[in-house]
């Protein structure tokens, strides 16, 4: 990761030895080294643990000359070092983690040039926001792997107190709406997990998250519906990862209502066309009505589906071109909508 960063002291600073050094309370390591081909040295010989109780850059012209580094391994033995600068990597609170140094197996009674220090702090100064960066990023990591948990924690507690609710209801029309809400409640947690899985990114790939569900719809129903087969043809279409659970419910509402109510095969395509994404599933049934319009269906599916799009501005229709059922779904790019 800092690799980069070592070479450029070294060459600016014409020194055969360039370290982003790293401490803790019992250990020194090297994020990057040029020059001494091992990536950790015992502490108590580490020249850099007297750096950082310095401020600004600690430069020792001489190690031979200095009582602290006199009597040093590295000085008295290989790599027989002479000179040290060292820049302090230091967190914006004020801990000091370690240093951005160069080293040299000759005395430097001149030390740096001004461009040289600048060089060197400017470098170190890289490096602590490569470093925030990283804890940025894992901190970020942690609170989407707690959210995940409360909200599938949540899900579960929803979906088993819908099935409760199910199971004792007298009114069997009662009964099978809970049933299908604890349906889709499963559903719904089905895809937060295959998003969360897919990563916590800006945008999703759409192909890549939409086959994730079809897979898992196939394993869930292949004993439901034996013999039925889900195949899925997906261009890669990029969508704000904030939006794709919606765009995945909307599918698996298609898939479901497929398989509960058609034939044959279920046939998934996804693809975009402009800033328009198109998504259609169709089966080997038989055509729909001629003055069927999906709009108009009363059920508790078509209901969510609709919701779903015209919260989004997008169209359900029927392709009646087909010769058997098939539903397409268009959806403007997200940022097209009015």
């Given at each position: ?124 100064r890289q490096v602590m926001a490569q470093l925030e960066l990283r804890r940025s990023v894992a901190e970020k990591e942690l609170l989407v792997l707690e959210a995940h948990h409360r909200v599938k924690n949540s899900l579960s507690m929803v979906q088993a107190l819908l099935s ?133 269906g009363k059920g508790l599916g078509m209901r969510v589906l609709s919701g779903l799009l015209q919260s989004r501005q997008g169209q359900l229709a029927f392709d009646r071109s087909r010769g058997h059922t098939c539903f397409v779904v268009t959806l403007p790019a997200p940022g097209?909508?009015?």
């Open positions: 990761m800092f690799d980069d960063f070592v070479r450029i002291a070294a060459q600016v600073c014409d020194a055969p030895v360039s370290v982003v050094n790293l401490l803790d309370a019992k250990r020194q390591w090297f994020a990057a080294e040029i020059g001494l081909g091992v990536r950790e040295t015992p502490l108590d010989i580490s020249i850099c643990g007297h750096a950082i109780l310095q401020p600004n850059v600690f430069i020792v012209p001489d190690l031979t000359l200095d009582e602290r580094f006199d009597s040093n391994p590295l000085v008295t033995g290989n790599p027989r070092l002479r000179f040290y600068a060292g820049a302090l990597l230091e967190t914006p609170e004020g801990l000091p983690l370690g240093t951005m140094c160069v080293l040299d197996t000759k005395p430097r009674p001149e030390g740096l040039t001004e461009q040289q220090i600048f060089t060197l702090e400017a470098l170190a409760l609710q199910a199971r004792m209801a007298t009114d069997s029309e009662a009964a099978r709406q809970l049933r299908e809400s604890a349906g889709r409640i499963v559903t719904v947690a089905a895809i937060h997990e295959h998003l969360y899985k897919v990563g916590a990114t800006l945008r999703v790939n759409l192909a890549v998250y939409l086959r994730s569900l079809v897979d898992d719809q196939k394993t869930a129903l292949a004993s439901t519906f034996e013999g039925r087969r889900i195949v899925l043809g997906a261009a890669d279409v990029f969508w704000p990862s904030s939006d794709a659970a919606a765009v995945g419910l909307i599918l698996m509402e298609l898939v479901t209502n497929a398989l509960k109510y058609g034939e044959g095969t279920v046939t998934v395509t996804l693809r975009s066309s402009g800033d328009t994404t198109i998504l259609s599933v169709e089966d080997e049934g038989r055509d729909l009505p001629d003055d069927y319009e999906p709009s108009g097209q909508t009015q």
